[in-house]
């Protein structure tokens, strides 16, 4: 047991994102597991992507935490390219990844973007 807990404070604290681009929109893709499409808020402002996210966790009545180090929220502010600015974006949540897509040009100066669950 004491390996498993020593491995478990290697782990990386990093939030797994990729960006990609076609010629009219961005596409950003972030894993928050256990986060759904109403636990998820998502708002551009000042040129900026605001994310927040929180995620619930279920621990079996048998069980106790000897180790917790799964956050419960994520807060993150990211600069927007310059030619996005949020503008009729959209985001869906599926099995805890987010995808925000961000259509290029038209300036909306503060927007919220609406996510939804990708299975419904």
């Known amino acids: ?15 797994f994102a990729d960006l990609l681009e076609s010629d009219d929109t961005y596409l950003l893709v972030i894993d928050l597991p256990g986060a759904t499409a109403e636990t998820v808020d998502v708002r551009v402002s000042a040129g900026r992507l605001e994310i927040e996210a929180r995620r619930e966790k279920d621990l079996p009545t048998e069980f106790r935490y000897v180790e917790e180090e ?33 259509p290029k040009a038209g300036a909306k100066p503060d927007t919220s973007i609406p996510i939804e669950d990708a299975e419904a």
């Open 1 to 15: 047991m004491s390996a498993l807990r020593d491995a478990l404070r290697d782990l990386p604290e990093t939030v």
């Open 70 to 102: 799964r956050a419960l929220f994520l807060d993150a502010e990211l600069p927007l390219p310059p030619d996005a600015t949020g503008a009729d974006a959209e985001g869906t949540v599926d099995r805890g990844v987010l995808e925000l897509r961000l």
